[in-house]
Each structure stands twice: as structure tokens, then as C-alpha cells.
């Protein structure tokens, strides 16, 4: 995740940013979220790759269904199946 949003932020930073963030002038705005964006990408690819493999137990379509209010009984709700402690 990080070295593809890095790489991205470099190249688009170069590309687009004539804006700098302020606290730091060799960083820029452009580079920043190219690398929010493709990090956030590469990171949904990893986590559907692993689940396709077996090691993340994820049922993709609840889970965008449940998030984002699409159909369900528990859209919206976080359901724990944990014991409560007395």
C-alpha cells in the first residue's frame, strides 16, 4: 500500500503540484491525496485479494449492502457477537 501510493505521490506531486502544503514546501497538495487515493485503492485490492485466498472471511456484498444501507435487517448497525461481562 505504501510504496504504490508513494510512487503515485511522486509522480502526480511532480505533475500537478504547484500548490505546497504549508508546513512543509517540499510536499504538495496534489501529491498528498494521489497518495490518500491509490492507498485507499491498493488497500481495498489487498483486503479482497487475501479474502479471495481464504485468510479474511468477508462476505463482500453484505458488507457494502450493510455499510451503505442498500437491504438487510442489520443495515447501518454494527452487531457484535461478543458475551457481555458481569
Known amino acids: 500500500m505504501m510504496c504504490r501510493g508513494d510512487g503515485m505521490a511522486d ?3 511532480r505533475k500537478f503540484g504547484s500548490e ?3 508546513y512543509n514546501p517540499r510536499k ?3 501529491g498528498s491525496i494521489f497518495m490518500f487515493i491509490f ?3 491498493i488497500s481495498i485490492g489487498l483486503l479482497y485479494y ?3 485466498l481464504g485468510y479474511l472471511h468477508m ?4 458488507t457494502f449492502q ?3 444501507g442498500l437491504s438487510g435487517r442489520n443495515s447501518g448497525r454494527v452487531v457484535s457477537h461478543h458475551r457481555s461481562v458481569r
Open 11 to 13: 509522480i502526480m506531486g
Open 20 to 22: 505546497k502544503i504549508p
Open 28 to 30: 504538495s497538495w496534489a
Open 39 to 41: 492507498g485507499f485503492l
Open 50 to 52: 487475501y479474502s479471495s
Open 59 to 62: 462476505n463482500w456484498k453484505t
Open 66 to 68: 450493510s455499510r451503505y
